[in-house]
């Protein structure tokens, strides 16, 4: 590790640019920073740690920032690029597999959905909320892909429809909030979560009720 070798922060920037050269993805070297900032009381090393972290955090959010732009200019293969490569440094944050997720569903290329899904279930800092809806849509999907009686037209509105209750039950956090530190994230996250979670519980609760009794009706 680096504090072993040298203090401050040239030498400790100089061993987060040797790890990525390594083939280290960014995501987990903020982590693994951010548990050494955790555990040290020496000063200088918090300085070094902070200047680090805030770094990588940068290079984050300035993907997410100018990916948000270049969809709003229509260069969305553009910006497909940059939140592929937050997902390649295993980022964190859920703004660019939410993108990329509503972005692949629309174009029906479901593969990619499924994989962008994968990808945040498998992500050690997702949030367990947006995990059960990504993972529903991966068994979800995989059956659309399976079908060969589907239609492309009819199961494209399906995931555009399911794309937009992501965003609409407050499971979507807007870009400009992935450029705080991922603490300020957490804290606010664990704030809302408990009223998320009672909403969505509810709404899903009522509609399997109202499907039910419209099932014992024969209306289904």
Not at 45 to 50: C, E, G, I, K
């Amino acid at each position: 590790m680096w504090a072993s070798r040298a203090n401050g922060e040239k030498s400790l920037s100089e061993w987060v640019d040797g790890e990525i050269a390594r083939g280290v993805p960014r995501g987990p070297l903020h982590r693994r920073l951010g548990k050494a900032l955790d555990k040290t009381k020496n000063v200088e090393q918090m300085q070094a740690l902070w200047a680090a972290i805030g770094r990588l955090e940068d290079i984050f959010a300035d993907r997410n920032n100018d990916a948000n732009k270049l969809e709003g200019y229509g260069q969305v293969d553009d910006a497909i690029a940059l939140y592929e490569a937050n997902l390649s440094d295993r980022y964190d944050g859920r703004y660019p597999y939410d993108r990329l997720y509503s972005i692949y569903a629309r174009r029906h290329d479901y593969s990619n959905a499924i994989r962008v899904c994968r990808a945040y279930t498998a992500n050690i800092g997702r949030d367990p909320q947006l995990y059960d809806f990504f993972w529903a849509e991966i068994k979800r999907l995989s059956k659309i892909t399976k079908s060969p009686g589907a239609s492309g037209d009819q199961e494209g509105k399906e995931a555009l429809l399911m794309a937009r209750r992501l965003k609409t039950s407050g499971l979507s956090f807007s870009w400009k909030r992935e450029a705080e530190p991922s603490a300020a994230r957490q804290k606010r996250a664990s704030q809302s979560s408990t009223t998320q979670t009672q909403f969505v519980g509810k709404a899903l609760r009522a509609a399997a009720i109202a499907a039910r009794k419209l099932w014992l009706r024969g209306s289904l």
